[in-house]
């Protein structure tokens, strides 16, 4: 409860959004970009990005600034765990993720 996680790729590049809460309870999304490092195992830096809503007519993309705040490691047991280690700031932390299966059979690739 309280933070949630998407992952999509493109080619070998997993894409990562992930909302949560900052340590003073105010919400944050966070992004991540991870590449493969090893079997099974994809890695990258954590970003906050800034700036105006994609949808602002018009869109100046000059105003769109990221910051690396961290770092994500996500290790696949199979195709619908991973275990997501990561370190913001000072926060270091691992979770075990189960991908929502909302019809069978899920993920079938390994």
């Given at each position: 409860?309280?933070?949630?996680?998407?992952?999509?790729?493109?080619?070998?590049?997993?894409?990562?959004?992930?909302?949560?809460?900052?340590?003073?309870?105010?919400?944050?999304?966070?992004?991540?970009?991870?590449?493969?490092?090893?079997?099974?195992?994809?890695?990258?830096?954590?970003?906050?990005?800034?700036?105006p809503p994609?949808?602002?007519?018009?869109?100046?993309?000059?105003?769109?600034?990221?910051?690396?705040?961290g770092h994500?490691?996500?290790t696949f047991?199979?195709?619908?765990?991973?275990?997501?280690?990561?370190?913001?700031?000072?926060?270091?932390?691992?979770?075990?993720?189960?991908?929502?299966?909302?019809?069978?059979?899920?993920?079938?690739?390994?």
């Amino acid at each position: 409860s309280g933070w949630g996680m998407y992952i999509t790729h493109q080619g070998d590049t997993l894409f990562v959004t992930w909302y949560t809460y900052a340590l003073d309870g105010r919400p944050m999304w966070l992004i991540a970009l991870a590449r493969p490092t090893a079997a099974n195992v994809y890695a990258g830096p954590i970003s906050t990005v800034t700036g105006p809503p994609f949808g602002a007519a018009p869109f100046d993309p000059a105003q769109v600034a990221e910051t690396i705040v961290g770092h994500a490691q996500l290790t696949f047991v199979d195709g619908n765990r991973v275990t997501f280690s990561y370190t913001v700031g000072d926060v270091a932390q691992t979770k075990q993720i189960t991908r929502q299966v909302f019809a069978p059979p899920g993920t079938i690739c390994d």
